[in-house]
């Protein structure tokens, strides 16, 4: 029960630390024109609804793979 709890505290601060990655590196973007021109702030919509969920989605898939790596290694080498 106490490692399950660890898991998901461990993928819950994944979650929250990738979205604010998205959120940071998505509005960079859209500050530098990645989305389009910013005619009446067309480019912030863009950001939001397509590349914020884009990017998070990309950064917490291999933020957790990378964990269940490492959890994975770490237990093959303690066996």
Known sequence: M????L?????????AASAL???VSVSLLAEQGAFGS???GSCGYAALFVG???VWLGLAVTG???W???WRR???HAL
Do not use: N, S, T
Not at 2 to 5: E, T, V
Not at 7 to 15: M, N, Q
């Open 2 to 5: 106490k490692m399950m709890f």
């Open 7 to 15: 898991h998901i505290l461990v993928i819950a601060a994944i979650l």
């Open 21 to 23: 990655l998205a959120i």
């Open 64 to 66: 957790i793979a990378l």
């Open 68 to 70: 269940i790596r490492w």
């Open 52 to 54: 914020f969920p884009l």
């Open 74 to 76: 770490r237990k093959a």
């Open 38 to 40: 910013c005619f009446e």
